[in-house]
């Protein structure tokens, strides 16, 4: 089965550019989470949802950062405007309701 | 609240036993473990749901000692693949949201 799948792996843009991350959950789960991981603060839940709707959005640390999940197998993650302070790894991960996390492999940010 | 690990890093021979904490402030209703290799994503290792609830999985097992609101993870005889960064998360009871800890960086030498 595929897992999670998240889109790009990489992406390394200016300040001020709209970033806009993507994930493809595992069929059949209904919870999605979106992470920030950094070295200084370490993995970070920034949103989570549950059947497509946000339950959780208390660590989005600012009106930057904004989520969808439109449907039951996409959701966005959307900077804008960006800034280097932004520059993490980004993970989205799926699961049943109370069950284990299974991670993407992340999007490598980097942000000039 | 963030739970707290401890050691924040070690670093074993091959074959080596290696015991990782997980400590929180509040109730705790599950542990999760996860481990994370450099560069790759974290991997589900295994989750503990009831006070003195001990699982294993392979050489890695893990306990839970609810009154504590502590947990450990245990790893026996260590291989070289178990090098990385091991999590825990825990989950406070009325459907809370995982919380990870700031993590345990194992490496492991021949």
């Known amino acids: 089965d595929a897992g999670v799948i998240q889109s790009p792996r990489h992406e390394v843009t200016e300040m001020g550019q709209e970033v806009t991350l993507r994930c493809k959950p595992i069929?059949?789960?209904?919870?999605l989470f979106w992470y920030r991981q950094t070295m200084m603060r370490g993995l970070e839940l920034l949103i989570y949802?549950?059947?497509?709707?946000?339950?959780?959005d208390s660590g989005m640390p600012e009106d930057r950062f904004s989520a969808k999940m439109p449907n039951a197998s996409f959701s966005t993650l959307k900077i804008q405007p960006s800034e280097p302070r932004d520059s993490a790894v980004y993970f989205c991960?799926?699961?049943?309701?109370?069950?284990?996390?299974?991670f993407g492999d992340g999007t490598r940010l980097s942000i000039l | 609240q963030q739970p707290v690990q401890s050691p924040q890093a070690v670093i074993l021979r091959e074959g080596e036993d290696a015991v990782i904490n997980c400590s929180s402030s509040?109730?705790?209703?599950?542990v999760h473990w996860y481990r994370q290799k450099h560069g790759e994503a974290p991997v589900f290792l295994m989750i503990?749901?009831?006070?003195?609830e001990q699982k294993g999985h392979e050489k890695i097992s893990a306990s839970f000692n609810e009154k504590k609101q502590q947990s450990s993870l245990y790893l026996t005889a260590s291989q070289l693949s178990y090098s990385g960064t091991y999590f825990c998360?825990?989950?406070?009871?009325?459907?809370?949201?995982?919380?990870f800890g700031t993590g345990t960086r194992l490496t492991i030498i021949p």
């Open positions: 503990l749901l009831k006070g003195g």
């Open positions: 949802f549950n059947n497509n709707v946000p339950i959780d």
């Open positions: 991960a799926s699961s049943l309701m109370n069950q284990p996390q299974h």
């Open positions: 998360g825990t989950e406070g009871f009325g459907n809370e949201k995982l919380t």
């Open positions: 509040k109730a705790l209703y599950s």
């Open positions: 069929s059949g789960h209904n919870s």
